[in-house]
C-alpha cells in the first residue's frame, strides 16, 4: 500500500521554463514533507521541506506547495536548468517528529537546452 | 556540514558470499538507516537504528542483517548474496525529534554474479 505516490514516472521541460512534480499522500498524520534530488551514482540530496501548518515554501528557484484537504503536494522549479535534470523524490514524516521518512517511486526530470 | 560516508561505490561480489557495507556519520546523528533503491521502486527501507545496539526491520529485511555498535557506524550485512540483492544501497542519518532531514551518503552500487 503506497501512502506516497509519485503518478509521473518522467517530466521533460525546455529549459526556462517551470517545471511541476507532484506527489499525492493517503496517510492524514503525515505533517512534514519533504523534496529530494538524486543524480546517478550519487545520494539522494535534501532541497525543500514543508511542515503541514504552512502552505507554501520558497527556497529560490524551488517552491512546494501543499494542499491537507486534497492530501497533494508540488515542486515548482522556475525557471528549469539544464542541471535540474534529475530524480526527485517526495517524502512524509508523520505527526510527532517520527525520523522514519516514507518515499515516493520517484519522477525523472529531464530540462532540455 | 553533515557528512555521511559509505565504504565502496562500486562493489562486485560473487552469489552466496557474506558482504558488508559500513556506513559512518560525522554529526552524532541518533538515527541511522539502509535503503536500496531500483529502477521504479523508489528508496525502500531495509533497516533502521535508532540507537546504538537497536535496530528495527523496514519494509524489505529478508536476507539482510545490520550492527550498530558505535553511534557513528551502521553496518549492513547480506548473509549470503544473491542475484536480487544487485542494486544501489543507500545509508541515511537524521537527527531525532521534528523538522529535519535525512542526510544520505553517496551510495554503493552492488552487483552480485
Redesign the interface.
Known amino acids: 500500500d503506497q501512502q506516497v505516490k509519485q503518478n509521473s514516472?518522467s517530466l521533460s521541460v525546455q529549459e526556462g521554463r517551470i517545471s511541476i512534480l507532484n506527489c499525492d499522500y493517503t496517510n492524514s498524520m503525515f505533517d512534514?514533507f519533504?523534496w529530494?534530488k538524486?543524480y546517478p551514482?550519487?545520494?539522494?540530496?535534501?532541497l525543500i521541506?514543508i511542515?503541514s501548518i504552512k502552505d507554501k515554501n520558497e527556497d529560490g528557484r524551488f517552491t512546494v506547495f501543499l494542499n491537507k484537504s486534497a492530501k497533494h503536494l508540488s515542486l515548482h522549479i522556475v525557471p528549469s536548468q539544464p542541471g535540474d535534470s534529475a530524480v526527485y523524490?517526495c517524502?512524509a514524516s508523520p505527526e510527532?517528529?517520527s525520523?522514519?521518512?516514507v518515499?515516493?517511486?520517484?519522477t525523472k526530470l529531464t530540462v532540455n537546452p | 556540514d553533515v557528512k555521511?560516508t559509505q565504504s565502496s561505490?562500486y562493489l562486485v561480489k560473487r552469489t552466496g558470499e557474506k558482504v558488508f557495507l559500513e556506513c559512518v556519520q560525522d554529526m552524532d546523528h541518533e538515527?541511522m538507516?539502509w535503503y536500496r533503491?531500483d529502477p521504479?521502486?523508489?528508496?525502500r527501507?531495509i533497516y533502521?537504528s535508532?540507537d546504538v545496539k537497536m535496530k528495527e526491520k523496514g519494509d524489505i529485511p529478508e536476507g539482510y542483517s545490520v550492527s550498530r555498535e558505535k553511534k557513528e557506524r551502521f553496518s549492513l550485512i547480506l548473509e549470503s548474496a544473491s542475484t536480487n540483492q544487485t542494486s544501489?544501497y543507500?545509508c541515511?542519518s537524521?537527527?531525532?525529534?521534528?523538522?529535519?532531514?535525512?542526510?544520505?551518503?553517496?551510495?554503493t552500487?552492488l552487483t552480485v554474479t
Not at chain 1, 41 to 46: C, Q, V
Not at chain 2, 40 to 43: D, E, P, V
Not at chain 2, 94 to 106: A, M, N, T, V
Request: aromatic share 18%; no cysteine; proline share 6%.
Open positions: 514516472p512534514y519533504l529530494y538524486k551514482a550519487e545520494g539522494p540530496t535534501f521541506s511542515s523524490f517524502a510527532g517528529g525520523e522514519k521518512l518515499f515516493g517511486k520517484g | 555521511v561505490r538515527n538507516f533503491q521504479g521502486l523508489g528508496l527501507l533502521f535508532y544501489m543507500l541515511a537524521i537527527l531525532s525529534g521534528e523538522g529535519h532531514e535525512q542526510y544520505f551518503g553517496p551510495g552500487r
